[in-house]
């Protein structure tokens, strides 16, 4: 992994990049029109370094929806789950559907380079146990 510092060059614009600063250590961020985003930390508006994204582990698990990973865990889970990655539209809409016909929403899918993200975008609790009404 090699480290880019933002004097010497910034990410192509929206690439999700993995960004270091002393404060916040590393996290997932972009930048756009020099302005550095991310849903991961409050504290660093600006990266001192930043690299590429290394590839997510696979997990070679088949399940059925025809995604690899721990997608079949996390859509029976009995607590909210917060995201997932999906390397298909198809899987994160399936994903999406039974998440907010379980939990509630809101969730929305994310596209980036490397697959698609379903996340939760409403309030996180302390305790994210949901108990379904009859």
Sequence with gaps: MNWISVDDRLPESS???????????????????NIWFSHETVNSNRPTHWTQMPPEPSQQVLNPSGCYG????LISSETRPYSVWSESMETAKDIKEVWEHRFGG????LK???GY???Y??????????????
Excluded: F
């Excluded at 721990?70 to 865990?73: N, S």
């Excluded at 809101?106 to 899918?109: G, L, M, R």
């Excluded at 975008?121 to 009859?134: C, L, Q, T, V, Y």
């Design 117 to 119: 993200e379903v996340k």
């Design 70 to 73: 721990m997608t079949d865990k």
């Design 15 to 33: 690439d999700d990049v993995l960004a270091y600063s002393p404060d916040d250590g590393c996290y997932r961020a972009w930048c756009d029109n």
């Design 112 to 114: 980036s380079n490397h």
């Design 121 to 134: 975008m409403g309030e996180w609790k302390n305790d994210p146990h949901i108990i379904r009404s009859a």
């Design 106 to 109: 809101p969730y929305k899918i």
